[in-house]
């Protein structure tokens, strides 16, 4: 079976070495004439295994709300009358419980040492070299309240 990959970013990357190695015969598109010059780019090459906060939790409808009029808002939401739109702004708000954030952060979590499992074993198996930390991730925060609830 052949398998197109669309994206040579790392995820489109990685997924087409997994599928060769499967026994897949792969082609690997991207619109840019080089690998890695979009979101992995804009990423600026982080993996964050240890980042485990999900957009959807219980402070995310009122950060939206003041989201709402800014245009570098860090999650966009531009009301339209679109049912779509809506349909998936109620299953976003139904995630925004509690319970629902401690379900998919363990999730996120479960998911993340996954792939840096397999990201130190596809190292050592074809001997990747790059600079690369493993150290976590630092977080800067301004605002009091948001530092406690962290």
């Known amino acids: 079976m052949h398998v197109l990959v669309l994206g040579a970013g790392v995820v489109g990357v990685a997924s087409a070495w997994f599928l060769k190695q499967q026994g897949y015969d792969v082609t690997v598109v991207d619109r840019q004439n080089q690998a890695g010059t979009e979101t992995s780019y804009a990423n600026g090459g982080q993996i964050s295994v240890s980042h485990a906060e999900p957009w959807a939790n219980p402070s995310a409808p009122l950060k939206i709300?003041?989201?709402?009029?800014?245009?570098?808002?860090?999650?966009?939401?531009?009301?339209?009358?679109?049912?779509a739109q809506w349909r998936w702004a109620m299953a976003f708000l139904k995630q925004c419980t509690a319970s629902r954030a401690a379900y998919n952060i363990r999730q996120i979590v479960n998911l993340g040492?996954?792939?840096?499992?397999?990201?130190?074993?596809?190292?050592?198996?074809?001997?990747?070299?790059?600079?690369?930390?493993?150290?976590?991730?630092?977080?800067?925060?301004?605002?009091?309240?948001?530092?406690?609830?962290?």
Request: charged letters at 25%.
């Open 65 to 83: 709300l003041r989201w709402l009029a800014r245009s570098d808002a860090p999650l966009l939401f531009r009301p339209r009358l679109d049912p």
């Open 113 to 150: 040492i996954y792939s840096r499992t397999h990201l130190q074993a596809l190292r050592q198996d074809i001997g990747i070299e790059y600079d690369h930390l493993e150290r976590g991730i630092l977080h800067f925060y301004t605002n009091p309240g948001e530092f406690e609830s962290a």
